[in-house]
């Protein structure tokens, strides 16, 4: 018997937080198993999972069809240098680049490094082919941006928590409100190279911007002969209706960040898809990863790539986000401000002078529905996007009745 199962969920709790970093705040739930929308903790308690670990397991944990590709690959090639071609990463950007509608592909682990590469490229694409002097290009991004964690992302994070200590950051990049294109336009100036916007801004709370705001910013970007970049790391693949929320406004940017979904929930896999001009700044040397595009990851990504279409995933999306804002809508409650979201992806806002977010969710973990609140006062619903109707209800009233345990009485 290993040491792991032995131990008692306190006692693995407590062997994490001291062996680890304390960089996250977890609910206080061990999870040892999980089968397309559920997870189970070590007792082998069952949770509907609302979560989707930030939507990397949007295709359900453990899809058999992505475990096949996985164990397929497995047998016959994990990892070679890119000093070498390997037999399916040809492939993977191939397909990866035409579901998205572009024309090439740059492979990466995490999402953050395909950021990073979305600013090397749009950076040297502005020295290269708009005559932005060197070292002098600027980035406009929006405030309460969440592009990821390392250091030059951060600098132009409007979160404090997520700055404090970590400076000196990089310059270039330019701060405008979310949602509104005028302040793009205004702010686009002679060493402007391109604009970086998530479609939807998951960690700010699923900030919705207004209609149309996608599209004028295409708009905006053709007229001044800049490039257009959508961080769909969270929202891509079907998570907000449609296999990229840009879809929704027929605003095809110049390039596309993705990644979280794109590796199954098995493996890490993000990408830089971008118009063949705009990948080709990139030259032998100038930009790289170890690990991206492995074999193992290109044929994870590959198959995650057809179940989205075989499985119509982002048809499944629309439909049940519409029941899921729905029956968030039907709530009232004093406590929620407001209910927003697109797709299987809402936020709820909650007063925090009659409800704690934290405390919700761990009513929630209590009752079997398992999530975790974004910037104290927004509880996040994004469950696999495999989930059954019948549990989507479910965790809407499992989220009704955590409401009415933990509401503060008001005077």
């Not at 080709?280 to 989205?308: C, K, M, W, Y």
């Amino acid at each position: 018997m290993s040491l792991q199962s032995c131990m008692t969920t306190q006692g693995l709790i407590a062997r994490e937080a001291r062996f680890g970093a304390k960089n996250y705040a977890p609910l206080p739930v061990v999870l040892a198993r999980g089968a397309g929308a559920h997870l189970f903790d070590t007792s082998g308690k069952r949770y509907i999972d609302m979560m989707s670990a930030y939507s990397a397991a949007s295709f359900g944990h453990l899809h058999p069809r992505l475990v096949h590709a996985l164990k397929n690959q497995l047998e016959r090639l994990d990892i070679v240098s890119r000093a070498y071609y390997s037999d399916n990463l040809g492939l993977f950007c191939e397909e990866l680049a035409g579901l998205a509608g572009l024309e090439a592909c740059l492979p990466m682990n995490t999402g953050a490094e395909a950021v990073e590469t979305a600013i090397k490229a749009a950076r040297r694409n502005g020295c290269d082919r708009l005559s932005i002097p060197e070292g002098q290009a600027e980035i406009i991004v929006a405030a309460g941006n969440f592009h990821g964690r390392t250091t030059t992302i951060v600098g132009f994070s409007s979160e404090p928590s997520y700055r404090r200590g970590f400076g000196p950051f990089a310059p270039g990049f330019i701060t405008v409100p979310f949602g509104d294109a005028k302040a793009v336009d205004t702010a686009i100036g002679p060493c402007t190279a391109a604009v970086l916007i998530e479609p939807i801004q998951g960690e700010a709370g699923i900030i919705v911007p207004p209609e149309g705001y996608l599209a004028s910013l295409r708009r905006i970007c053709d007229r001044h002969g800049i490039l257009l970049i959508f961080d769909e790391v969270q929202s891509g693949f079907g998570r907000a209706g449609r296999n990229f929320c840009f879809e929704h406004e027929n605003a095809k940017p110049d390039g596309l960040i993705v990644g979280k979904a794109l590796g199954g929930g098995l493996i890490p896999v993000s990408a830089f898809i971008a118009r063949r001009t705009v990948m080709d700044v990139f030259t032998p040397g100038s930009h790289g990863s170890t690990f991206g595009g492995n074999p193992l990851a290109a044929a994870v990504a590959r198959e995650a790539i057809q179940v989205l279409r075989d499985e119509d995933l982002a048809l499944r999306s629309h439909v049940l986000g519409k029941s899921l804002l729905n029956a968030l809508e039907d709530i009232s409650h004093p406590a929620i401000v407001e209910v927003r979201g697109k797709g299987l992806w809402a936020g709820v806002e909650l007063d925090p002078a009659r409800a704690k977010a934290k405390d919700v969710c761990l009513a929630m973990m209590r009752r079997g529905v398992l999530t975790k609140e974004t910037h104290d006062t927004v509880i996040r619903f994004a469950p696999p996007l495999v989930i059954d109707e019948a549990d989507l209800l479910k965790a809407v009233e499992v989220f009704h009745d955590a409401l009415a345990e933990t509401v503060a009485p008001m005077d």
